[in-house]
């Protein structure tokens, strides 16, 4: 089980670094953005089993996937979900990438599709 959260973990860093580099210097939200992602590795708790919120449920990972997008759009003035489907590619680049198994793979996907009401086209 730690191998999945540790795998889920560098994923979310991922998709939110990659975004946030981008945009580096525009203000500082993004510096702020930085600091919360890495609050957020710090409470899910990597190798420790003893974190507060622990990414170690595809559930959970998902929903730190939601509260960044929507962060993230409420500081563009966006509304949420408007950029859904550039960030499921981005995302879907990092877990196709990934060592997870495929159903984890696919059950990621399918959940973040189901969020967002995206159909399969």
Do not use: H, P, T
Not at 3 to 26: A, M, P, T, V
Not at 45 to 50: M, R
Not at 105 to 110: A, F, G, N, S, Y
């Amino acid at each position: 089980m730690v191998k999945i959260k540790l795998e889920l973990e560098g994923i979310y860093k991922n998709y939110c670094n990659d975004n946030l580099e981008g945009l580096r210097g525009e203000d500082e939200f993004i510096d702020m953005m930085f600091k919360f992602v890495e609050f957020r590795l710090y409470v899910s708790g990597g190798n420790e089993a003893s974190g507060c919120n622990s990414m170690e449920n595809i559930m959970i990972f998902l929903n730190e996937i939601f509260l960044y997008d929507n962060m993230m759009d409420d500081w563009s003035g966006q509304y949420r979900g408007d950029f859904c489907w550039e960030n499921f590619e981005a995302l879907e680049i990092l877990v196709n990438e990934s060592n997870l198994e495929e159903n984890i793979k696919k059950e990621i996907l399918d959940g973040y599709r189901k969020e967002y009401g995206m159909n399969e086209e």
